[in-house]
């Protein structure tokens, strides 16, 4: 009977606690599509009877937590936004929540519980997924009656429009690509140049290794930096580099990625990598050129800003190091990396006054992109007249100067378009430059695996 | 008498029972249950789940992470209960018998490393592992510039290089708990036994070891169990690379969650860690069914 008792209490209890897990969830996607119907209620009223109320809103009061990036040269460039913003909204509370992952995790547990931040970086795949869920609303009344568009260059927001022709996540970015930077003093007291094609780099990494110095800096803790080394490997011979594989549009037995694989290997064999490059994070990779203990460093144009305290002894690699010896000025303007990156800021569909909350995002972004130019030097990409406060780097105004004249971008790999190629591309461009994986195996591995991979 | 009036008394037995019922259903019953029904679908975290099938269980199985994972937890658990239990046993009878001065200081740094978060560990250790500008390699190079190693960046050698950093960390936890152990075994039984000449080694083998026996079952399941379970460490000294050399069963589930974001397939990782890790503890209750000794 005691038994009985007691295994009824416990089927009981479960059966409870699971119902009332499974009606929080049901209840969570139920309020969320509630909320955004409110939502867009709101906003079309508003749109209605406000249209001109744009400027009246510099004194309407307001709080909004903004989930972004926090931290390196961001910090910088948030702390001036949020001052311009200040002064042109004074009444707003702008608070600053330091964007702890990359993947979108934390956004989703927040989405699951009902607590996503009022404005909040929303990263690439992550994108659709919250729109699917309806966690954030269509931008496009917001930046119509802004003339946002208009505010910045030709094409900047090319590629951030959905597949429903709205935008739900918008971010304003320069150019950046993926580049290796070099050691002045290193080079100089080596007797090195900056390499135009592959048997002058790897001649050059020989020499280094030579030297004992590590030839290359790469922060392998992360991915990222190896995938987008094979990347600037394939541009040399392949504009679309890693972004052929999206859509099967290119194969790995193709010639340019077999070459690439191959002159990779090769140069890890010549010692190309330190042996605690897989244990190295960015911060120490930064140091090690620095300090002159490595030669060369792998890492996105946004690094300018971030080795601004020595960018005088910074150079970077204008010619592609992979390029075959003929096809230097032809390979020198494939650039790896990307401009339209998917995403941006988004707003929650739970925010309380979303229109508000649009035109101070929509406000808060146009403060970063006057940020990147005044406080780090960016490239302006608004039409309006913004200087720098202070002087670019020598390499730095070069890359500036010669952004205009690049080709062709490839993307960053958080910008691929489903997680499972992301995965793929990073795990195997990571047993490439282990060393312990031939190129014919990778080439091989790779396109089988593709085959299966949703791309 | 209480016992009497409890046993007796079955409101008493509910009321008592039901806050632990509650307490257990709720943090581990149900979340295994949900994970168990969502290891069949496919899910982003976010939308709907849709009915997956075996879909997960398949690519499970048929993932090559999955061997280099179980070979890597084996070495892990190996390692662990080699180093943890046989240091933690021999420096636990020490202490016991020795009348050495400063028995408690020695008792305090075996466990310090217990105090220490696993990230201040995992730093300290990739501090010393390191192959530009580890304290290791400094010193290998300077015996011979070519004994320099890949510490962490080579199948085998990167989970053995882990695991050692871990098993430092976690011996002072086991020591103490074989030390509570033996000292409550019954000064008496000693006394008798050196009356009858024992050797010490022949106490600890015939006295204390059956003893402390059902102790040491306890550490041997959390050593063993721990080794397919095995997650920080791993995480923030290698994130369970390069390639998967370093994986563990928990890596692999946390790659499937935070890198495929396939949260379905991340819950049947999770449901195949807890069936190894149940099915190691009743083997290993089941060996050591007839080993409880009373004198």
Redesign the interface.
Known sequence: ??KK??SM??VV??LF??LV?CGKSDNT?GSSTTTTGEATIASEATTTSDTTAISDNTQKAGEFTVYTYYADAAKIITDEAVRLMKEKYPNVKLNIEHRSDS???VL??R??VGELPDIFECTG?LTD??I??K?IIPLNSAMEKMDFENLYMPNIFAGLKSADGNYYAVQASAPSAALIYYNKKVFADNGLTPPKNYPEFLSLVQKLKAADI?PLSLF??Q?WPGLQLFDIAVTSQEPLGITGFEGGVKKPSEKAYTDAAKKLYDLVKAGLL???????NASQAFE?LKLG?AGMLINGSWYFADAKEYIDNIGYFEYNPFADPGSEETSKWNASGGVNTPGGYAISAKTKDPEFAKEIMLNYVLSRSKAEVTETAGINILKEDVQPKVKRGESYQKFADNVKNYKSFTKFEWSLKT??L??LLE?SS??L??GS?LPEKFITDLEKALENTPK | MNSIIFSKNKFAQILFSTPVIIIYSLIIIIPLIQAFIMSFTNWDGVNTATYAGLANYKMLFTSPNLKVSLINSVIYSAILVTYQLTLGTLFATILVNSTIKFKRIFKDIYFFPVLLSVSVVAQLWLSIYHGDFGLLNQILKMLDPTWSQNWLAEPTKGIIAIVLAESWKGMGYHMLIIYAAMRNVPRFYYEAATIDGASPTQQFFNITFPLIGQTLKVCFIMCVTFGFRAFEQIFIMTSGGPVNYTYTMSIMMYKALFGLQKYGYSNAIAVFIVVICVGIMLMIERAFRNTHVEY
């Open positions: 009977m005691i008792s007691l209490l416990l209890a479960m606690t699971a897990g996607a993947d979108g995790a989703k547990t989405s699951a795949t997924t919250f699917q869920s966690d590590i392998a803790q991915k330190g042996k605690g490059a897989f244990n190295t090690l203990k997680p499972d992301i995965t795990d990571e047993k430059l282990t994986y």
